[in-house]
């Protein structure tokens, strides 16, 4: 169907064809009548000509019998030369129409008598008789005769005939024709019309319309098989409508459903200004659901929180889950935002009761985007993204909550959006920079090495940090081609580091989780090092403990063929993640760096610097390098030497910056290698490494 409810070029040409085509019945009598015409004239032709010829083989033996028999009456006038007798016996036969002359010759071929009756036509035909003459012992020949005939006659009657013929086959055709037209418009057409008017009258509205047919003949016997069909199809079409409009494992409206129950809102609403509260629903963990307790149980999770869902809403409401974990709760009317939050958060109740699968006692957790808006707003089709825009901010910022669309929220998802639109525009006109950060020894407060870090030169927004545009990334696609961008601007700025005497500093690099995925990762790495003159022990490999969780088998053996490079493998953000220890044991790692989160507070909090201090041991232990990200200030830095933390990371060293900046800072840092900057220079925005 296309926009403006036009009929697609099928279903069009599918209704106008009737109308275009003939008839069953005119079409039986024309393929009928014109061959019943040409049997029937062809029989009677062959009758007549049948006749034709036996009148003619009739005519031939009579003017024989003529001949002979005059011949004997002749014989003796022509022998004794009475030649008047002669003459008058051939006057005799000419009032015979179908001789035209007739000649007497004697024994010499001599002409003794003619006569003519009329012109000789194009039919003539002739007879020749001899004449005997017998007298006691004379038998003699005393000449012939010789008659000629035309089959004018015949051929005039046989004509007569045929015309006659031909006149009344037309006729008996035409009543033929107007007998079949007659008897098939009763049997046939119009059981056929009434069949047709049916499946148009159901095609319009969808509707089952049995066909009126009375006969008992087969054409009745077809007609009730079609009543009995179209009962039948109505009935399937009824469940098959419902099953394309609802889910069924919950027996709720699904999307398709969705915008024809918004067209349904706007119209039945009862004032312009009745506001329509729409709250999109995502259950949290639900992955996790199904993966501990197996998808039975998990659509057994699915169908409780839409019976919850249903026992929570009133009758006005409508309840849909549009897929996956996706529910959608529509209130037609509201008396204003504070009301729509407060049903919001009754919805958030009831999904948090305690289920039970497998005889254990799981607390569901969902996040809830609402939009509210009046019923006659133009954005009232717009609500599911609206409310969508919502749910991402409560998903992304504060999970288990409800999320109500503002406009800031509104400017964020612009926003977003624009970022996501102007990425290939990014990578294409080189708005990507890489920033590179400083890793010190905290005891001598010598550089050890650079981490590289991305930000985004926007033309419009300026320069954004990593955090807002690498999801965006990520759900792009475009993981790899930033990790080639990054990994190939790191092994420049090794140029320039070994170009300026510092070829032991390192560079890290931060590995995206779908990169530990691709085994052929360590292959492009060696390839660009030695493409470019860089060892691959030059690069320092930075891990996140949520990329190792998602595919263990798999990463572990890209940190082993990184390994065997050469290159430093690190893992990032330690602590933060899941079986922290296990991965210390199982995976090939050179180095931990502590979350800045357990930073953050010390020296205040004895409990992050006991946890610091466990992490020191353990590490001391497996024979890790540990390096303390997020330090800004000297007491921190003092506690992390306390605690056996060699080397350190943050803003008390220096900021984030492009390698001009990185290169001058470096080159300060040689000339007072004993000096700590508390405050390093900035030239570009601050952002947190």
Same mark, same amino acid.
């Given at each position: 169907?296309?926009?403006?409810?036009?009929?697609?070029?099928?279903?069009?040409?599918?209704?106008?064809?009737?109308?275009?085509?003939?008839?069953?019945?005119?079409?039986?009598?024309?393929?009928? &009548?014109?061959?019943?015409?040409? /049997?029937?004239?062809?029989?009677?032709?062959?009758?007549?000509?049948?006749?034709?010829? +036996?009148?003619?083989?009739?005519?031939?033996?009579?003017?024989?019998?003529?001949?002979?028999?005059? !011949?004997?009456?002749?014989? %003796?006038?022509?022998?004794?030369?009475?030649?008047?007798?002669?003459?008058?016996?051939?006057? %005799?036969?000419?009032?015979?129409?179908?001789?035209?002359?007739?000649?007497?010759?004697?024994?010499?071929?001599?002409?003794?008598?003619?006569?003519?009756?009329?012109?000789?036509?194009? !039919?003539?035909?002739?007879?020749?008789?001899?004449?005997?003459?017998?007298?006691?012992?004379?038998?003699?020949?005393?000449?012939?005769?010789?008659?000629?005939?035309?089959?004018?006659?015949?051929? !005039?009657?046989?004509?007569?005939?045929?015309?006659?013929?031909?006149? &009344?086959?037309?006729?008996?055709?035409?009543?033929?024709?107007?007998?079949?037209?007659?008897?098939?418009?009763?049997?046939?057409?119009?059981?056929?019309?009434?069949?047709?008017?049916?499946?148009? @009258?159901?095609?319009?509205?969808?509707?089952?319309? $049995?066909?009126?047919?009375?006969?008992?003949?087969?054409?009745?016997?077809?007609?009730?098989?079609?009543?009995?069909?179209?009962?039948?199809?109505?009935?399937?079409?009824?469940?098959?409508?419902?099953?394309?409009?609802?889910?069924?494992?919950?027996?709720?409206?699904?999307?398709?459903?969705?915008?024809?129950?918004?067209?349904?809102?706007?119209?039945?609403?009862?004032?312009?200004?009745?506001?329509?509260?729409?709250?999109?629903?995502?259950?949290?963990?639900?992955?996790?659901?199904?993966?501990?307790?197996?998808?039975?149980?998990?659509?057994?999770?699915?169908?409780?929180?839409?019976?919850?869902?249903?026992?929570?809403?009133?009758?006005?409401?409508?309840?849909?889950?549009?897929?996956?974990?996706?529910?959608?709760?529509?209130?037609?009317?509201?008396?204003?935002?504070?009301?729509?939050?407060?049903?919001?958060?009754?919805?958030?109740?009831?999904?948090?009761?305690?289920?039970?699968?497998?005889?254990?006692?799981? /607390? $569901?957790?969902?996040? =809830?985007?609402?939009?509210?808006?009046?019923?006659?707003?133009?954005?009232?089709?717009?609500?599911?993204?609206?409310?969508?825009?919502?749910?991402?901010?409560?998903?992304?910022?504060?999970?288990?909550?409800?999320?109500?669309?503002?406009?800031?929220?509104?400017?964020?998802?612009?926003?977003?959006?624009?970022?996501?639109?102007?990425?290939?525009?990014?990578?294409?006109?080189?708005?990507?920079?890489?920033?590179?950060?400083?890793?010190?020894?905290?005891?001598?407060?010598?550089?050890?090495?650079?981490?590289?870090?991305?930000?985004?030169?926007?033309?419009?927004?300026?320069?954004?940090?990593?955090?807002?545009?690498?999801?965006?990334?990520?759900?792009?696609?475009?993981?790899?081609?930033?990790? @080639?961008?990054?990994?190939?601007?790191?092994?420049? !700025?090794?140029?320039?580091?070994?170009?300026?005497?510092? $070829?032991?500093?390192?560079?890290?690099?931060?590995?995206?989780?779908?990169?530990?995925?691709?085994?052929?990762?360590?292959?492009?790495?060696?390839?660009?090092?030695?493409?470019?003159?860089?060892?691959?022990?030059?690069?320092?490999?930075?891990?996140?403990?949520?990329?190792?969780?998602?595919?263990?088998?798999?990463?572990?053996?890209?940190?082993?063929?990184?390994?065997?490079?050469?290159?430093? =493998?690190?893992?990032?953000?330690?602590?933060?993640?899941?079986? +922290?220890?296990?991965?210390?044991?199982?995976?090939?790692?050179?180095?931990?760096?502590?979350?800045?989160?357990?930073?953050?507070? =010390?020296?205040?909090?004895?409990?992050?610097?006991?946890?610091?201090?466990?992490?020191?041991?353990?590490?001391?232990?497996?024979?890790?390098?540990?390096?303390?990200?997020?330090?800004?200030?000297?007491?921190?830095?003092?506690?992390?030497?306390?605690?056996?933390?060699?080397?350190?990371?943050?803003?008390?060293?220096?900021?984030?910056?492009?390698?001009?900046?990185?290169?001058?800072?470096?080159?300060?840092?040689?000339?007072?290698?004993?000096?700590?900057?508390?405050?390093?220079?900035?030239?570009?925005?601050?952002?947190?490494?």
């Amino acid at each position: 169907m296309r926009a403006g409810g036009g009929m697609t070029d099928p279903e069009r040409t599918g209704q106008a064809a009737p109308s275009r085509s003939r008839s069953v019945v005119r079409a039986m009598i024309w393929a009928t &009548v014109p061959v019943l015409l040409l /049997v029937q004239l062809l029989a009677s032709a062959g009758v007549e000509v049948s006749s034709f010829w +036996s009148q003619i083989r009739l005519l031939d033996a009579r003017i024989a019998r003529v001949a002979e028999s005059r !011949a004997e009456l002749i014989a %003796e006038p022509l022998w004794k030369m009475r030649y008047e007798q002669v003459t008058g016996v051939l006057n %005799e036969i000419m009032h015979d129409e179908s001789i035209s002359a007739a000649a007497v010759y004697d024994d010499t071929g001599a002409a003794i008598a003619r006569v003519e009756a009329r012109p000789e036509g194009p !039919a003539v035909a002739e007879v020749s008789r001899p004449i005997n003459y017998r007298n006691g012992n004379i038998a003699v020949q005393a000449g012939r005769i010789s008659i000629a005939y035309s089959y004018a006659t015949l051929y !005039a009657d046989t004509g007569s005939r045929l015309v006659l013929l031909l006149v &009344v086959g037309l006729l008996a055709t035409l009543a033929t024709m107007v007998a079949m037209r007659i008897s098939a418009n009763i049997f046939i057409g119009r059981p056929l019309a009434a069949m047709m008017s049916a499946i148009q @009258r159901s095609k319009q509205d969808g509707r089952a319309y $049995p066909a009126d047919v009375k006969s008992s003949n087969e054409f009745g016997q077809l007609a009730r098989a079609f009543n009995a069909m179209q009962h039948t199809t109505s009935g399937a079409l009824d469940r098959l409508g419902h099953m394309a409009s609802h889910d069924p494992l919950t027996g709720l409206p699904n999307r398709r459903s969705l915008s024809d129950r918004l067209a349904i809102l706007s119209c039945d609403a009862n004032s312009a200004d009745c506001l329509v509260a729409f709250c999109f629903i995502d259950l949290d963990d639900f992955k996790g659901i199904n993966d501990t307790f197996g998808h039975d149980a998990g659509d057994k999770f699915l169908v409780h929180i839409s019976e919850r869902l249903r026992g929570t809403v009133e009758a006005a409401d409508w309840v849909a889950r549009l897929g996956g974990d996706e529910f959608v709760v529509i209130r037609p009317e509201v008396s204003g935002p504070e009301a729509a939050q407060a049903f919001a958060h009754r919805l958030l109740d009831a999904i948090s009761e305690p289920i039970r699968l497998h005889d254990k006692q799981v /607390v $569901p957790r969902a996040s =809830i985007g609402l939009a509210v808006r009046r019923a006659d707003d133009p954005e009232l089709s717009h609500l599911p993204a609206l409310a969508d825009i919502a749910l991402y901010h409560a998903k992304s910022k504060a999970p288990g909550t409800v999320a109500v669309l503002d406009e800031a929220l509104q400017r964020d998802y612009r926003r977003r959006r624009d970022l996501e639109l102007a990425i290939p525009a990014g990578f294409a006109e080189g708005q990507f920079e890489v920033w590179y950060q400083g890793q010190v020894d905290i005891e001598s407060q010598r550089v050890v090495g650079l981490e590289a870090l991305i930000r985004w030169r926007h033309p419009e927004y300026g320069v954004i940090g990593p955090g807002e545009f690498l999801p965006l990334i990520e759900r792009s696609g475009n993981n790899a081609r930033l990790t @080639r961008y990054v990994l190939t601007d790191a092994c420049h !700025a090794l140029q320039r580091l070994a170009a300026a005497g510092k $070829p032991d500093i390192r560079i890290a690099i931060n590995l995206p989780p779908s990169e530990l995925a691709d085994h052929s990762l360590a292959g492009e790495i060696g390839e660009t090092c030695d493409r470019l003159g860089v060892a691959a022990s030059s690069l320092e490999l930075e891990i996140t403990e949520g990329s190792l969780i998602n595919n263990i088998a798999g990463a572990s053996e890209t940190l082993r063929r990184l390994r065997r490079l050469g290159a430093t =493998i690190a893992l990032d953000d330690f602590g933060t993640g899941y079986s +922290s220890l296990a991965h210390l044991r199982r995976f090939p790692l050179d180095k931990v760096k502590i979350d800045k989160a357990f930073i953050r507070e =010390i020296p205040g909090s004895a409990e992050d610097k006991a946890i610091v201090g466990i992490i020191a041991s353990l590490a001391g232990t497996l024979g890790l390098t540990l390096v303390a990200e997020g330090i800004e200030r000297a007491e921190q830095a003092q506690a992390m030497r306390e605690m056996g933390v060699r080397f350190g990371q943050g803003f008390l060293y220096q900021r984030p910056q492009p390698l001009e900046a990185a290169m001058q800072w470096l080159d300060s840092q040689a000339a007072s290698e004993n000096r700590v900057l508390a405050d390093s220079p900035s030239i570009t925005p601050d952002f947190a490494a």
